[in-house]
């Protein structure tokens, strides 16, 4: 499988992701510079590993058993003491 074909293979094998369209229009786009591509890979890694992070992140709270109130405290706690204040909302 050609490099081409395996990065878009990867992207659409992610299931948190955004933009989908624009992915393989990025990709043409990305291995037609001088690094040929290679900053995808790296943030497919990256991506990869995000996604990861969703799905426990969700798994976590989801056993934690929080009614509406619980959560929305539970969250604002994370928010308060952890740098992650820009993606806890996503959860």
Request: net charge negative; hydrophobic share 35%; charged share 30%.
């Amino acid at each position: 499988m050609d490099a081409h074909t395996k990065r878009i293979e990867r992207y659409n094998n992610l299931k948190h992701t955004k933009n989908q369209a624009e992915w393989e229009e990025c990709v043409n786009i990305r291995e037609s510079d001088l690094y040929k591509g290679i900053e995808l890979d790296d943030a497919l890694d990256i991506i990869e590993l995000l996604d990861e992070f969703y799905d426990k992140l969700n798994a976590l709270i989801d056993s934690q058993g929080h009614s509406g109130m619980s959560y929305s405290v539970c969250k604002s706690i994370i928010k308060h003491f952890h740098i992650c204040e820009n993606t806890i909302d996503d959860f």
